[in-house]
């Protein structure tokens, strides 16, 4: 579904991705981890649109979408979360769900002027919409509070739950475990999984939580210094030689972010 060739992304000196292929099949959850500062969000960056690569290709269902923009990406239904969740705070979740087509759209004044009715029919679609994603996240209860009042861990349930809102093909998350307490990241994890196999959500999440990764992943990518190191189930990667020496002095099990 995603092939990312060769990839360069260079700040000035610094190369934060240098070289990196990496392949996503489609319908897999597919794990990218590695140390701090290994350039797996720079990577999530140039694919989801927010850089131009200085060099290296990015292709979704084949198609050359090197260089497009996040909206543009969107639309071809390549979401992705931030490992700071960005929740309007002074919105209800939600209205926060709610905006999520809309912020897409644009909003169309002369539509809501000539065509009240089917402005307001649309409204509705996306109010039940909402309420299916607050459903399936099972965060009712919370539903009429401020998305500002929710903890770290509903604010990445929320982050998961924006995504759901459109028509995703693959969903991008970066850190969504980070932070979030035990039973809320089963919740998430549970989450990811029924997105994958009941609504064919490909995901490709970055994780430090190895408990987490060797649940939901297969295959796992590992970079560090900006290339992919290796690449295979959890537990390959776990004993690979060159794995356990990007991660010396970091430790890999359970490695918080710094
Ligand atoms: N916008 C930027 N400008 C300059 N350097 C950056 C920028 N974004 C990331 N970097 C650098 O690129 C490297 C990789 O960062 P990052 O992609 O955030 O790693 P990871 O997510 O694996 O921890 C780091 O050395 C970081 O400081
Ligand atoms: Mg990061």
């Known amino acids: 579904?995603?092939?990312?060739?060769?990839?360069?992304?260079?700040?000035?000196?610094?190369?934060?991705?240098?070289?990196?292929?990496?392949?996503?099949?489609?319908?897999?959850?597919?794990?990218?981890?590695?140390?701090?500062?290994?350039?797996?969000?720079?990577?999530?960056?140039?694919?989801?649109?927010?850089?131009?690569?200085?060099?290296?290709?990015?292709?979704?269902?084949g198609e050359d979408v090197t260089g497009l923009a996040?909206?543009?990406?969107?639309?071809?239904?390549?979401?992705?979360?931030?490992?700071?969740?960005?929740?309007?705070?002074?919105?209800?979740?939600?209205?926060?769900?709610?905006?999520?087509?809309?912020?897409?759209?644009?909003?169309?004044?002369l539509d809501a002027w000539l065509r009240p009715g089917q402005v307001r029919a649309q409204e509705q679609a996306i109010r039940e919409k909402a309420d299916d994603v607050i459903d399936f996240l099972e965060i009712s209860h919370v539903a009429d509070e401020l998305a500002g009042n929710l903890s770290g861990g509903q604010k990445k349930l929320l982050e998961l739950g924006r995504t759901m809102m459109v028509d995703a093909k693959i969903v991008f998350l970066d850190e969504v475990g980070a932070g979030v307490n035990r039973t809320l990241l089963n919740t998430i994890g549970d989450a990811i999984q029924r997105l994958n196999r009941e609504r064919g959500y490909t995901f490709c999440m970055i994780e430090h939580d190895m408990d987490f990764i060797s649940r939901l992943c297969d295959?796992?990518?590992?970079?560090?210094?900006?290339?992919?190191?290796?690449?295979?189930?959890?537990?390959?990667?776990?004993?690979?030689?060159?794995?356990?020496?990007?991660?010396?002095?970091?430790?890999?099990?359970?490695?918080?972010?710094?």
């Open 1 to 61: 579904m995603i092939r990312v060739e060769d990839l360069h992304m260079h700040f000035g000196g610094i190369r934060a991705v240098d070289g990196a292929s990496i392949e996503i099949e489609k319908g897999s959850i597919t794990g990218l981890i590695g140390p701090n500062g290994a350039g797996k969000t720079t990577l999530f960056n140039v694919v989801a649109g927010h850089y131009t690569p200085t060099s290296g290709r990015v292709f979704l269902d």
């Open 70 to 109: 996040p909206h543009e990406l969107f639309h071809k239904g390549l979401l992705r979360t931030f490992q700071i969740a960005h929740e309007f705070s002074t919105l209800t979740v939600r209205d926060n769900l709610m905006m999520v087509p809309d912020a897409q759209k644009g909003e169309n004044l």
């Open 219 to 258: 295959p796992v990518i590992v970079m560090a210094e900006g290339k992919v190191l290796a690449q295979g189930d959890v537990e390959a990667v776990k004993s690979d030689e060159r794995v356990i020496e990007a991660y010396l002095g970091t430790g890999l099990k359970n490695k918080e972010p710094a």
